[in-house]
């Protein structure tokens, strides 16, 4: 490959180039362990970007552990010092290596990406990045809380029926992620005294606002439970900061320290001995965003791939069947921009619509559907959004005029109470309706959750 790599080229008999001016890896921690050649978390030098050793190995002077929550302490090792370490390890590897590897945190592994000198041209370990998602939502730092106050909560005599009964509650999530009754409630069956949360990722980006709402409301009154209530609160405002950086990149800014906060909430609550490593790589999310632009993660990937099993599945010819996959994907893409669905009877969506608006406002050339597919997602009849504290957004319907989208939305504009950061908020009744650009609504704040009780709503983040 050459030096002045600008990509690679796709299809050996055409030979078409793809340009690339930048790669990154966005991987879980086994499979940047697997291709990188790094220890990991079961290592004593358990992060691939810097200097802090794993537990309290306080003994190692200038190392800091991974249980420090001031993040200026950590020594970033720069590509230089990742090849500077592989070039020892290899200049020592006709003798015993264990301790070595050990003590730099790196595996001698040929095949690694960081060994291979082609792979190494355009792929260097600061471009991997650590991954949100499974730091967060899959077997992360959420589901690791979520159980540990559920269990201090029953170790204060919380009975196991209030949480029950406050999922039952009529909970409405957005149509994209609808989520049924009966699995909301089984989503308390997934918490065990004694362990993590046991939820998938989208379980445990359910259960989150949900049990922060519960925390906030009833657990909180216990006494006993108010560090626990205090950090679980911190969690939620760091998830829901990068949830937002998801959308713009410049939401990001202060991750670093609301992850402190909530760090050192989290170690008050549970002692420093319950951290684990993705505490620490969380830590590197905010300079990772800053370098690339954009919040990457793996949400993305997992639903590429499962994009990609359901086209795969139903192609029979095998000749050419990489091209037809990839043409298919390149259709079921392109059909995500701006449109309505096809599949909603008129009269039923004019129904409500047409009585809140004159005729005239909505004109001809209007067509008008329960739901719209936008390039950064889908928006659908009865999803709230947020325009700060200034008003709360039903969706009525939505509608397309000359080639722009357009929401009816009813509009709450009185806020009741609210937590920290809107994470929930209580409206009155909306009581006037409003059309609003797409544009504008994609950067209202998504709601998760809403419920409506006794004229009143209740609106979760
Ligand atoms: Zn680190």
Redo the contacts with the bound molecule.
Sequence with gaps: MAEDFTGFAVDKSNPFLVVVQCLYMVADEAAIKAAAGSKGASGLRP?L??N?VYGQQTNLRGFPSISEDDYRR?VIQSDQDVKDTMTFLQQHADRPTRLKEKLSGWHLVPESFVMDATCKKFLQPSRVQYDAMHIYFSNGIVGQELGLIFSAAMDAGLNQEALGNFLALPWAAPQSKKIAAFQLRELAKLLKRGSDFKGDASQTLHMLPLMAFFSSEVLSGIEALSLQCASLEKLNLVCLQIQASKQNAKAANGLSDAQRSHFQAFKAAYASEAARPKH??A??LEAQVAASACMLDCFTCERKNKKFISIAENIVKLQDFEKSVLLRWLEADAEQCLRLTEDMPDHEVLSSPSALLPPDVLGEHVTISKCMYCPWGTISAGDFFLEGQDAAYKILACMLRDGSGEVLALQHDRLLSRGPEMSWSKWSNGNRAVLIPVEIVMHMAAVSFACADDGQIYLLR
Excluded: G
């Design positions: 992060c970007r810097c802090a950590f620490h790589y830590f590197h």
